[in-house]
């Protein structure tokens, strides 16, 4: 099926072909596209978990995988995985990453990158930004070891996001778009399963109940897969910090039932004319994760947010101060703009 629709200046299209066109753009010299690793709804999702490269990597982290730390207070931080591949590339990683170093972080190994990738910072940008090496700060002994949530790759620890067993990692060769309903775009219409409707203004898709049960499924079984994961690892550190966005699939995949609440983050979907359950890593295991920005903390990015952006351009709306702080101001999300970053921080070193 050819479909394609105007919406907010950008056409959408829905051939398979032509998907894989776009997706190609978003890897990163020398890293390019795996076409047996594109994931655009959640049925293609569901696909994904009997993906012989997915599935190895999942078993390796369920059973192999042993994080080998320096010395120190260790903390794993769980960050959100990114349309850029490899991750450390993006706009946000490449802001949290800054961040680190800027308040006394340091790689404890060289810098190990493909030369092709430092072409993605700018100018004056430190290249370390891109270093997937543990963190540690000399004066305070913690060490920052970084973890990704992805779907569908599940935890995929920062030193395996350039390569794993020897060759490109497949955590750098992958597109999954598939589960953000509300984009409009997260179908495959081309599938024989599919159930997604175009709406009546054609310019985004909606859902059918095969997708939404479809997305329960690749939910469900991403938190039990993330639990597992760390339930198994948790011993070699002080603490589990997750920096997620509010509204995204990652903090869902990570809260329990209350913090959803808090979060006004569903709890259930309905499928067909049932309701099905949602359930977290915290669901699984209590407070296995303490997950961050926090809403009171969330309310303290935002003062500081519009004390900045008034002292920068004088009066400015509410409106565009809610802008401002849904595009992380421009191209990243919330949880990378300066003010957030300093929360960050602050939640690290706090770590007791």
């Not at 398979?16 to 049925?43: C, G």
């Not at 891109?130 to 004066?139: A, K």
């Not at 900045?308 to 709306?317: C, D």
């Not at 802008?323 to 007791?352: M, Q, S, W």
């Amino acid at each position: 099926m050819n479909v394609s629709a105007s919406a907010s200046g950008s056409e959408l299209v829905y051939s398979k072909d032509i998907r894989i066109t776009l997706s190609r753009k978003k890897i990163l010299a020398p890293f390019s596209l795996d076409e047996e690793l594109v994931f655009y709804s959640p049925q293609d999702n569901l696909d994904a978990f009997r993906n012989d490269k997915i599935r190895d990597f999942h078993e390796f982290m369920l059973n192999e995988y042993e994080p080998q730390l320096p010395k120190g207070k260790a903390v794993l931080l769980l960050l959100p995985c990114t349309r850029v591949k490899p991750y450390p590339a993006s706009i946000e990683h490449r802001k949290i990453n800054s961040a680190l170093l800027a308040a006394g972080f340091e790689p404890v190994q060289r810098l190990d990158v493909p030369d092709e990738l430092l072409g993605a910072l700018n100018e004056h940008e430190d290249p370390q930004v891109l270093n997937i090496s543990p963190l540690l700060h000399p004066e305070k002994n913690i060490v920052v070891h970084r973890m990704v949530v992805s779907e569908p790759m599940g935890l995929v620890p920062y030193e395996y996001v350039y390569w794993w067993r020897g060759r490109y990692s497949p955590a750098a060769l992958y597109d999954d778009p598939g589960l953000f309903e509300a984009r409009g775009t997260s179908v495959s219409p081309w599938r024989s399963d599919s159930s997604a409707r175009l709406s009546s203004d054609g310019k985004s898709w909606r859902w059918g109940d095969l997708e939404r049960a479809a997305y329960v499924q690749v939910h469900n079984h991403i938190a039990q897969l993330l639990a597992a994961i760390l339930s198994r690892i948790k011993n070699h550190y002080s603490t589990v910090i997750a920096w997620v966005a509010p509204g995204l699939t990652h903090r869902s995949f990570l809260s329990s039932e209350s913090e959803r609440a808090l979060d006004q983050i569903p709890c259930y979907r309905k499928v067909d004319s049932r309701l099905e359950k949602l359930i977290g890593v915290n669901d699984i295991v209590n407070g296995l994760v303490e997950i961050h920005p926090s809403q009171e903390e969330l309310l303290s990015i935002r003062e500081r947010l519009t004390q900045r952006l008034k002292s920068e351009r004088g009066e400015i709306s509410d409106a565009s101060i809610r802008a401002y702080f849904a595009r992380g101001g421009g191209g990243a999300t919330p949880i990378a703009l300066p003010e957030a970053l300093d929360v960050l921080k602050e939640v690290i070193f706090g770590v007791g």
